[in-house]
């Protein structure tokens, strides 16, 4: 099945220990991207990939790193998590940037 | 910073009536523009996209208008379903930037 996977889906975490959030795709995509989604905000595109170790920042880049040693992974690393960062984060991919994008389920991230 | 943003948060239609969901962008250098509808705890599902170089696009149910000169979207959903209960997203891209609006929850009563 053509999908996005996220892992972790849930996690509880306290401010400045480091986690990663994985993000594997099976399409053989070239583009890949991180969002946040909050109430009130929508969705905020944090970082993307338009292939192979290319990546961009979005709009709300801060706090965050990302790597693409791989086609198929995109994980998002949190140096040193804050409470702010407590949010819902969705990874996506697709052929192009075109916009057509496929979206894994969503890490409900929280930090206390 | 530029952004995609809707006209109403809510609507609320009945069943088997036409829906038109709306949204304004401010860019005119996007490429795309695309529709997405998200389900309670689900992630965004693509709906259907337009070029900028359009004005019309239809797929299964759904037609996509694009007005540049008001720099205006909508999404129509002909024949509304309770299945289409969800919150819809107009999106833009900017090169590999996706911008997204705040969205509208749909609201679908039989």
């Known amino acids: 099945e053509a999908q996005v996977t996220q892992n972790p889906r849930y996690l509880i975490t306290v401010t400045g220990k480091k986690l990663t959030v994985t993000c594997s795709q099976n399409m053989n995509h070239e583009y890949m991207s991180w969002y946040r989604q909050d109430p009130g905000l929508g969705l905020r595109q944090i970082y993307y990939?338009?292939?192979?170790?290319?990546?961009d920042k979005g709009d709300v880049p801060e706090g965050y790193k990302v790597s693409r040693k791989e086609k198929r992974n995109f994980p998002l690393i949190l140096e040193s998590p804050s409470p702010n960062q407590t949010s819902l984060y969705f990874c996506?991919?697709?052929?192009?940037?075109?916009?057509?994008?496929?979206f894994g389920a969503g890490s409900r991230l929280t930090v206390l | 910073g530029e952004s995609v943003g809707l006209h109403l948060p809510t609507l609320s239609v009945q069943e088997g009536d036409n829906s038109i969901i709306n949204c304004a962008y401010s860019?005119?250098?996007?490429?795309?523009f695309i529709w997405y509808k998200q389900e309670s705890g689900k992630g965004p599902q693509f709906i259907i996209d337009i070029r900028s170089n359009m004005d019309k696009r239809q797929g299964q149910r759904v037609t996509v208008l694009l007005n540049k000169t008001v720099k205006h979207l909508s999404l129509q959903i002909a024949a509304t379903q309770p299945g289409d209960s969800a919150v819809y997203f107009c999106?833009?891209?900017?090169?590999?930037?996706?911008?997204f609006g705040q969205g509208t929850e749909l609201s679908v009563k039989p």
């Open positions: 860019n005119s250098a996007s490429d795309y």
């Open positions: 999106a833009e891209t900017q090169g590999g930037k996706l911008i």
């Open positions: 990939s338009m292939n192979v170790e290319v990546t």
């Open positions: 996506a991919s697709s052929f192009g940037d075109r916009g057509v994008l496929t």
